[in-house]
């Protein structure tokens, strides 16, 4: 069956260190991966997106990868601050018939 | 920019009642997006429009719910008659046309519905 799978429970990171959550998916072809995050009583906003032939993107202190061998996508926030606990989702784009579809998300606390 | 505003921010009705959202997306976005959000899990793509054409409505309660995008801006969504199960919060979400290769999704705060 088809499944998106992200960290399963809230992941509780030391403020400064870096958070890394994991996206892992199974018998799909994704065109490309995106990142977004969700704050409480709000919508997701874009962060990342990441295609299926590139290894790796960065933009400020996030950074993502993507290994289509192992079906996988790594979240990194480097120098993490309270400001940045939120929930995060990955998203995935279809080759097959242009789908999206977002992961469960992953509740992510930064302690201070 | 104006974001993606919808409204009504919250919505509580009876099961078997009518509810209509409304969203307007970003302007000069072709492409428009509703998703059902339920508490814990996330957002499941209800209908695609591209400008005020159906993309994929494959996953849209074509029973209860039913969508509409008039002159390729603002887009109505509608679920009658509701059920318990529809309490989720409904998001709409813009993009630029994906004939341009830019697939970034801009997404309003969205509708909290309570069906009782």
């Known amino acids: 069956s088809q499944k998106i799978e992200q960290n399963s429970e809230a992941l509780n990171i030391q403020e400064g260190k870096t958070a890394t959550l994991t996206c892992n998916y199974t018998?799909?072809?994704?065109?490309?991966l995106q990142w977004y995050r969700q704050d409480p009583g709000r919508g997701p906003v874009f962060l990342l997106l990441i295609r299926e032939n590139e290894k790796e993107k960065r933009k400020e202190r996030l950074k993502v990868t993507f290994d289509t061998t192992l079906k996988q996508s790594l979240f990194h926030i480097t120098a993490s601050q309270p400001a940045d606990s939120a929930t995060y989702l990955c998203?995935?784009?279809?080759?097959?018939?242009?789908?999206?579809?977002f992961g469960k998300g992953t509740r992510l606390h930064i302690l201070p | 920019e104006a974001g993606v505003a919808q409204s009504p921010r919250y919505k509580i009705i009876e099961k078997r009642q009518s509810v209509a959202f409304w969203c307007n997306p970003i302007?000069?976005?072709?492409?428009l997006y509703w998703y059902q959000q339920i508490l814990g899990q996330g957002p499941k793509l209800l209908i695609q429009?591209?400008?005020?054409?159906?993309?994929?409505d494959s996953q849209l309660p074509k029973d209860r719910f039913s969508a509409e995008r008039l002159k390729g801006v603002d887009s109505t969504l509608k679920i009658q008659p509701a059920k318990l199960e529809d309490s989720a919060v409904y998001l709409c979400?813009?993009?630029?046309?994906?004939?341009?290769?830019?697939?970034?999704?801009?997404f309003g705060p969205g509708t909290r519905l309570t069906v009782t």
């Open positions: 302007s000069g976005h072709a492409t």
């Open positions: 018998n799909y072809s994704p065109a490309y």
């Open positions: 998203a995935l784009r279809l080759n097959r018939d242009d789908k999206i579809i």
């Open positions: 979400a813009s993009s630029l046309s994906k004939t341009r290769g830019n697939y970034e999704q801009y």
């Open positions: 429009f591209q400008n005020n054409g159906v993309v994929d």
